[in-house]
């Protein structure tokens, strides 16, 4: 059980151990996280679409969410 109140229980919130950042799923989180044998973070307001739209964005929780649209 965690104790991080950033993650509670029940839900999809993810917490990257190697950067310390909060996603709101685990889709964002994967997509910040890259490599196979050696993980890297990669910032998430860096991570774009072939048109360079962000496809993340910090909401006023502190959770890394998509941009959807």
């Known amino acids: ?3 991080d109140p950033k ?3 029940n ?3 993810c917490k ?3 950067c310390g950042l909060y996603f709101g799923g685990a889709s964002g989180f994967d ?3 890259r490599g196979i044998q ?3 973070c990669i ?3 860096l991570i774009a679409d072939k ?3 962000p496809l993340l964005r910090l909401n006023d929780r502190g959770y890394w969410v998509g941009t959807y649209g």
């Open 1 to 3: 059980m965690s104790s």
């Open 7 to 9: 993650l509670p229980p």
């Open 11 to 13: 839900t999809n919130y």
């Open 16 to 18: 990257c151990s190697g």
């Open 31 to 33: 997509m910040h996280r």
């Open 38 to 40: 050696e993980r890297v």
């Open 43 to 45: 910032d998430p307001s």
């Open 51 to 53: 048109a360079g739209k």
